[in-house]
């Protein structure tokens, strides 16, 4: 079956600039999850969506940063006014359990 | 607070050369402790889920074991195609968060 997937896989932004990420979960998986990869650092959460619950934005850096999830699938992150210090791979994660997590592969910002 | 500590940082193996990887983690509740690889560009691919001391899980050359402070991923005769980082985490049960709690990864390199 088809796993998680992320688009675009590439983005390279200006400063200053709004982007928009998008992830498609598997099929079913009621859970999804955002996370931040930088370079030499571990995973950081981001948000997370559990079905038509009030998502978990604890993770959030700053108010430029927003997710919002549609029909209980796609999911889109938004990153405002976009820094240099925003630059990282982008992870998305989907859960049929809230305990398993699956991976898309992740969308690399750069941020010029 | 959660606290995810993986070692070494790197290691560099010759083909069936075995070792091990370390992952020592502090939660108020162990949900479950999970063993990801990730390749250059790609997200983490699932490998292992680990729920309580004692238990061990194995898939081709890989076994993980976990104990109440800390767990173990076996690399038996390894290959060049085993080189990848290896991620660790853990879910805690407590907390609102869904989230996992990453260490920083284990960066194996095997040569053949």
């Known amino acids: 079956g088809a796993g998680v997937s992320q688009s675009p896989s590439n983005k390279v932004t200006e400063k200053g600039k709004d982007v928009e990420l998008r992830c498609d979960p598997i099929?079913?998986?009621?859970?999804l999850y955002w996370y931040r990869q930088s370079l030499g650092q571990g995973l950081e959460f981001l948000i997370y969506?559990?079905?038509?619950?009030?998502?978990?934005k604890s993770g959030l850096p700053s108010d430029r940063f927003s997710a919002e999830r549609t029909g209980g699938s796609v999911s889109t992150l938004t990153i405002q006014r976009t820094q240099q210090e925003d630059s990282a791979v982008y992870l998305c994660?989907?859960?049929?359990?809230?305990?398993?997590?699956?991976f898309g592969p992740g969308t690399r910002l750069t941020v010029l | 607070e959660d606290q995810v500590t993986q070692s070494p940082e790197a290691l560099r193996l010759q083909e069936g050369e075995s070792s091990s990887l370390n992952c020592s983690y502090t939660?108020?509740?162990?949900?479950?402790l999970f063993w990801y690889r990730q390749d250059p560009g790609k997200g983490p691919e699932f490998l292992f889920t680990?729920?309580?001391a004692g238990e061990e899980k194995e898939k081709e050359r890989l076994k993980a074991t976990l104990t109440k402070k800390e767990s173990f991923l076996h690399i038996t005769a390894p290959k060049p195609e085993d080189s990848a980082t290896y991620l660790c985490?853990?879910?805690?049960?407590?907390?609102?968060?869904?989230?996992?709690?990453f260490g920083k990864g284990t960066k194996l390199s095997v040569k053949p």
């Open positions: 985490a853990v879910k805690d049960y407590g907390g609102s968060q869904g989230n996992l709690i």
């Open positions: 939660v108020s509740g162990l949900r479950g």
């Open positions: 969506f559990q079905g038509n619950s009030a998502p978990d």
């Open positions: 994660a989907s859960s049929w359990d809230s305990v398993e997590q699956f």
């Open positions: 099929s079913g998986h009621t859970a």
């Open positions: 680990l729920y309580s």
